[in-house]
């Protein structure tokens, strides 16, 4: 039989005729009319000679028409490779070099500077915000693909890219089994059905908003509001219509900034619920006493999707992450990779079947990460309780999550030194109000040279790197402190700028 995810987002007991999305005041996709676009487009890939197994990469805004792109892709048997739209060329030359799609599609703005990264034979489409473009055109020309290409569990379905504390980029490889698993597991956590009305704020290219959001409410028959970014004031109005929020921190401090979020406003609103990054205890408690709701956080990782969640019904502990989802064995090991007492502080690992196949192309960083058991080493720390809730205590490498997204402080150094006047440079993630971490660079100056100016050295790195992941501040100084066999002391300077946006200067 086979796991085609597409089957499982589009069962024949779901009708046709109940709303998938709706996009501003009146654009209204059924679930006939989104699983027809993406028969369409379906089609389109295969005549350009997509096959299965072949990567699709897109880099496009958020519409209709890219979740069809990528239902498209699982419907053909296709792997889909989601990018951040904010990504510059040459953050995308990496990933392009590295997948080699047999497809590409982006924005008809930004697909010129892209070609000379494309592999040769690449088919190329463009997809604009309003869900027009080539590819759309093509789309009207196809009878669609009637029947899902038959793929197992173990078969891929995505790819995600995320770098390393090299700075490399890793494809997470991703299958049908991993992300069935996650929508079943989460539906039945979290009460997800048909009566549900899903606001869905969050982007598109990223695993919360694509394979957690779309396809939980897909899978369950719930509509979904599908605003093109958050924004307060959107959000607001839909709140009243809506049972169903998916956030990051950022977005839940920014609710709390509008006066207008009360408890009447969401008094019909059935669940909050928090990832991508740690939830603040300020925001959990300022949120509870406002609307009346506690949020409910859970934790998943790129290469995983979901691993545990808070309960539904009972104590959702802030600072805690909940318990481990159904079928997935979670257990924290020492440093000598046995498991640890519980009350213990070690490195989340887990199996089950929503452990990814490993990173694409890169079998030694396979190797690292997954045992010979199957146990997929996080980096996280945490500790597991009696009971056998778990608390994430911090993270082994040094990756920053700002806002929701993934900030890796290797790749921001790297650009960094390559500009003058800069010796070194150390970048760490400290407290934020509104992004949970805020990134800051400190930047040795050359000696002898002048000191560079905070402000070119950001302008110099914009050419080079997406907005979210340049500094909030840079500070300049003569010299990094430094242990006894000269490596940077990240901790020292953490504690040091700890409160640099305390007193509400928010970058």
Excluded at 304 to 320: H, K, M, V, Y
Excluded at 437 to 446: D, F, K, L, P, Y
Excluded at 473 to 487: E, S
Aim: include cysteine.
């Amino acid at each position: 039989m086979s796991m085609n995810l597409y089957d499982f987002l589009f069962p024949p007991s779901l009708p046709g005729t109940a709303t998938a999305l709706t996009i501003g005041a009146g654009d209204v996709w059924t679930r006939a009319r989104l699983a027809d676009l993406a028969g369409r487009i379906a089609a389109v890939l295969r005549a350009a000679g997509v096959s299965p197994g072949d990567r699709v990469a897109a880099q496009v805004e958020k519409s209709g028409a890219a979740v069809a792109l990528y239902l498209a892709c699982l419907k053909a048997g296709a792997v889909y490779l989601p990018l951040n739209t904010a990504y510059t060329p040459h953050e995308m030359a990496a990933f392009l070099g590295d997948a080699e799609p047999a497809a590409f599609v982006g924005q008809p703005e930004a697909i010129a500077a892209l070609a000379p990264h494309l592999p040769e034979g690449c088919a190329r489409f463009t997809l604009d915000a309003a869900g027009g473009g080539s590819l759309s055109e093509a789309a009207d020309a196809q009878f669609p693909l009637v029947e899902s290409v038959p793929r197992g569990r173990e078969d891929l379905a995505a790819i995600l890219y995320t770098s390393g504390t090299t700075g490399r980029a890793k494809g997470a490889m991703i299958t049908h089994g991993n992300l069935i698993h996650a929508a079943e597991a989460l539906n039945a956590l979290w009460g997800i059905t048909g009566d549900d009305v899903l606001l869905h704020a969050l982007p598109v290219f990223h695993a919360h908003g694509l394979f957690i959001a779309i396809n939980c409410a897909l899978a369950a028959g719930a509509p979904m509001w599908f605003l093109p970014k958050f924004a307060v004031d959107p959000v607001i109005e839909l709140l009243p219509r809506s049972t169903l929020f998916m956030g990051v921190p950022t977005l839940y401090t920014r609710l709390l900034g509008d006066p207008r979020l009360t408890r009447d406003l969401c008094r019909r609103m059935r669940l909050f619920t928090s990832g991508s990054a740690p939830l603040s205890g300020a925001t959990f408690d300022a949120f509870r006493d406002r609307t009346g709701h506690a949020i409910l956080e859970r934790y998943g990782t790129t290469e995983t999707a979901i691993i545990s969640s808070n309960p539904l019904i009972g104590d959702r502990i802030q600072g805690t992450v909940g318990f481990a989802v159904p079928g997935v064995d979670v257990r924290i090991f020492g440093e000598d990779a046995q498991e640890l007492p519980r009350g213990d502080v070690g490195e989340v690992v887990l199996r089950g079947p929503n452990v990814f196949a490993g990173y694409w192309r890169m079998p030694e960083q396979s190797q690292e990460a997954l045992t010979p058991d199957g146990f997929f080493r996080t980096g996280d720390l945490a500790r597991m309780d009696e009971d056998g809730r778990i608390t994430i205590v911090g993270r082994a490498k040094d990756l920053i999550i700002s806002g929701g997204y993934n900030v890796y402080p290797r790749e921001v150094e790297a650009a960094l030194a390559r500009l003058d006047g800069v010796e070194d440079c150390a970048v760490i993630g400290v407290p934020h109000p509104d992004f949970g971490e805020g990134v800051i660079a400190i930047v040795e100056r050359t000696p002898g040279g002048g000191a560079p100016e905070p402000a070119a050295l950001l302008s110099g790195l914009s050419a080079e790197l997406a907005r979210y992941k340049l500094p909030k501040h840079v500070i300049v100084q003569d010299a990094l402190p430094r242990n006894a066999m000269g490596k940077v002391q990240k901790a020292e300077l953490r504690r040091i700028h700890a409160g640099i946006f305390r007193d509400g200067e928010t970058g």
